[in-house]
């Protein structure tokens, strides 16, 4: 039990870095998958309301949970705090960091947009 509660830690840790890769990144999949933008709207909202209110996000709930049946040491704070502020980038650049994402995730949205306009323009050709 002990085992398997470890490897589903791990697995959780890394479904919780995809979900913030696609945070990230979704929008350009959108690109080419159109449809992949309400789920990446979605999980925007998500990040936005999770940074300005503080929720608890529920793949960290889990990889507690998890953590504790492994006995584990439990996150003291966030997935975000524990593995990447101060791991990848020195705390002080978080508010730096927020809005690069946010200018990528834009950046993204825009070409989303452009595309589309670009599409609807040829099939009226």
Known sequence: MVRMARVLVEAVVVLHFAFLA???LGGFLAWRWRGV???????GVWAILSVTIDLTCPLTVLEND?????GMPLLETGFIDHYIDGVWYPQSATTLVQLVLGAIVLVSWAGFYAGGRAARRLSRC
Do not use: K, M
């Open 37 to 43: 933008i309400y789920a990446h709207l979605v999980a």
């Open 22 to 24: 696609f945070i990230a």
């Open 66 to 70: 998890l953590r504790g049946l492994a």
